[in-house]
């Protein structure tokens, strides 16, 4: 799976935050990093929009919205008949946001100080991913990073790069990613710690296959359940 | 009351609606008509917000938002720190929107080709309006202006200026604002023409008492329920 990160950010340089999404993404293969500026090269778009599987928008929240530079390539780049009927030729990849705010999570809904969840908030690019036909993903919303200790960001840098790489975001999808992680360290390590690390990685291997289990007998359950209601 | 139109619309002259907007307008005082483009005079824009009690936003829906032109405006007029707290120097105005739109309004809604209504795609407006503590009005939204009857183009006038002008849109005031109309053309008749007019601006008077007398019996009904349930 081929992942494209468009980022609109007006003080790009100045952001401390879309640093470390960036250095975040830098060991990742199948990963395409490509900032938008005040020109737009649509023909280049359009290409890498075709050539990759996952698009990504990736932008600090301005006023209930993305930044005016990320609508510019939006109306550009999708234009008036591009990604439109008969062809739909965005249809079936996947459409995700990176959204970053510096209001709390806490902060978000009815009755709060910003009134509207940001599922509604975001409401407009769902929309346009609905009208493409492609599969909206749970936008990933980075609430206060300035605020956060080192340990969340660390929690952070995998969560994103998840977010970017993981073809699913199932429980098992991402113990077996952290797994496949575990095993690539496990390589470059000698004696007692490749042990450390083989020791974790069977029991992340044990975990799965007890997930696996009882949602096996849970589907079972379910079935005699249908069979007797039947 | 004044009101601040900001028009926001990426090719302006080839417009045919906005044309006719800016012609509905021209005779109307206390309306100021001011063109967007990519060079924002912030200062003046503060300025003009704080001279205006209805402040509109007026763009043609593109992806499911406003053109990158007004999210431009939003995010450089609007800042940090403007109109936020502690002053909110903007609260108490009235913020509306005239959208323009290609799509029929029946294709908006949920199951329909749209899949979301206006309300909810122009949901981060509403939410500025009430970050700022102004007014919403509810949205003023033209669909497919270019295949609307000239008889549908001349009650689309009278509408638009109202959602303009009027302090409030109800029944009653919108029946003033016609009678009051009305009568400026008829100081311009003579002799027949003349009566013609006095005589419908008597009818919508009538018209208005009579509405008032009921909402009156009205609310005289609910008061004594209230009295017998208490």
């Known amino acids: 799976m ?23 993404t830098r060991s990742l293969v199948d990963v395409t990093w ?59 990849k996947q459409l995700g946001l990176v959204v970053t705010t510096a209001t709390s999570a806490a902060d978000f809904g009815a009755g709060r100080s910003e009134h509207f969840t940001m599922s509604e908030i975001l409401r ?38 998840q977010y970017l790489t993981l073809t699913d975001f199932s429980f098992a999808a991402r113990s077996q990613w952290l797994s496949e992680r575990l095993g690539n360290l496990g390589q470059r390590l000698d004696g007692k710690d490749r042990l450390v690390v083989q020791a974790v990685q069977e029991r992340l291997q044990d975990n799965r296959d007890e997930l696996a289990d009882l949602n096996w007998t849970i589907s079972m359950m379910k079935q005699e359940e249908d069979n007797q209601d039947g």
Request: glycine letters at 2%; a negative charge; zero cysteines.
């Open 34 to 92: 490509q900032v938008t500026g005040e020109q737009v090269d649509i023909a280049k778009m359009r290409q890498l929009l075709l050539e990759h599987d996952r698009i990504i928008w990736q932008f600090p929240l301005y006023w209930y919205s993305a930044p005016a530079l990320l609508k510019q390539w939006i109306d550009e780049v999708l234009g008036d008949t591009f990604a439109l009927a008969p062809e739909y030729v965005l249809a079936g």
């Open 124 to 161: 407009p690019f769902e929309a346009i991913a609905t009208k493409l036909k492609m599969h909206y993903l749970p936008p990933f919303v980075v609430h206060q990073f300035a605020y956060q200790t080192d340990k969340q960001h660390q929690r952070l840098l995998i969560k994103y790069q």
């Open 2 to 24: 081929k992942t494209l990160i468009i980022v609109a950010h007006p003080q790009l340089d100045e952001s401390v935050t879309q640093q470390f999404f960036y250095e975040s």
